[in-house]
């Protein structure tokens, strides 16, 4: 694959994976304190890994789950937060300043704080009540914290009595990261072929429902926009019939995150449509990838993750095919504002 | 001004305030039943127009509130929703697909449901337990909607201990049509220049938090893409700086609803950015409008009304300098999906 390397890659998810001990005893003592519901705070791309657990908390769960921006979140006032919140709170470089921020503020509260984050000594880290330290490259960070938050989340919800199978599920991530691969290795073509025919595409449609969504709307915020400055609408697949459609033509790029939770027959009316009116249809279908090991029950649960690291690969050849570094900013981390 | 009626306009805004003893009524039994969560459901337009309330609910009050997408909503299973809560539904013709389903999905489960609508006799309000009907033109539904949500939701948080104020607040509203009509004149050549200025414009950013964003996000997808097939990115002000900012150049367009909640921060933060790097800056700022007997603890609530009666200008003014009628639609209600 280019410019991947699978040890590096084996090694983050691997890592991510061996807290599996560390998570179960935070969860613990977080049940030990006692809460009454859970805030997911973060900023870009980090509340956006949020979105897909916000969903399957509240589809599986009966803790409140609420996603929330940072910058936002400490100006709102939210009634529902109160010292008797669990908060888990991310950003890769531990340094995101709107979420520390809200670190601070939360804690200021005396809610329970747990900090997903790539590093120790970081103000993330050094902030919070847990914090749950894995270095991750930019690339597979997605895939870390999702990891990371399947393990934590799910542990959560078992312990509330809303997930039995933990145990299974749990043993069946440690698989994951080498499907993840093969994934990613039956994707390679086509994602070459992505970028061949549409290095030059001005603007993308990306949508996607339930636990896609987030991935949907961080894939064309986070890459698409910030990483490549192509422009682009995310848009959830239950609302593009209530506004977006009428944009599309012939000529129109529409990529299509398919996944398999509760929500899919709301992206196959969107493929239905997409397939009539446009020549330009991408469909990314976690479907299409075995995934062998992981039972049917909790393939639903896994699409958020097979669609970020399929993404991931799309990215690695639109920098490629368009000459366009991942890395460059106009102004993130290089102006003042 | 161009096209416009205020006679229509005073009739419909009139007749959703001549609902409020009817709405209190409403929400007398409501409470008589009991209800633990409030949930808004819609589609586009409809559950755009109940962000601002689930933010200003959240905010303000301890009953929990969840504005849903009403097609994703009933295939989710959210397990907050419960023959406890009190659901509000939203459909202007009352015969929108999603939002009809979603009122059976939830009068199944048994929760006691509230239809807002335009008309009897449609499927919503022969659904609902009750309607709420008030007669609106399209350009007009928002505001009419948005009356009858202060009335209802700031009623329902009233009884539940936590707004003292509301008789002074719904006393205000009585004016409030007026002052937005003064707000309107105010604004309209400034709407016009907008549309002179853009009328060839092929994409805008469209910017808010708090209760703006809901305007945002539905000026963007039922406006700019539906009516007049522009392409837009909707952001919120606290995630601009996550993605969305890295294509701002010279010459983007980017347009800012600036409300006055305790959002306000995150408007101006993006506001000093794009004033730097863009010379097609438009900010539409509530504060600029006096909305003289509104009392100071109050405008912050208001901020949506204003800025969505101010975008209805705009969107005249585009039509007309555009030569692209407001009603054309290439696909909603014109082919099957």
Known sequence: MLNFSREK???????ALELR???????DKVYEKGFKNIFLIGSGGAVATFYPFEFMINSTSTIPAYAEIAAEFVLQNHKQFS??????LSSLSGTTQETV????????????????TGEYNKPLADTVDFPIVNF???DFASDSNQLILYLLTFKLMNKNGDFPNFEAFAGQLEVLPEKLLDAKEQFEAKAEEFAVAFKDEPYHMVV???NTWGRAYSYAMCVLEEMQWIKTKSIHAAEFFHGTLELVEEGTSVILLKGEDETRPLMERVEQFAEKYTKKLTVLDTKDYELEGISEEFRKYLSSIVTSTLLQRLSVHLEDKRNHSLEIRRYYRTVAY
């Open 21 to 27: 001990e560390e998570i179960e005893r935070v969860v």
């Open 208 to 210: 996607g429902s339930g």
């Open 83 to 88: 010292a008797e919140s669990l908060v888990i």
């Open 101 to 116: 921020a809200a670190a601070k503020y939360c804690k200021g509260i005396g809610a329970t704080t747990i900090g997903l």
């Open 9 to 15: 890659y084996l090694k983050v998810t691997g890592g």
């Open 136 to 138: 991750a490259e930019n």
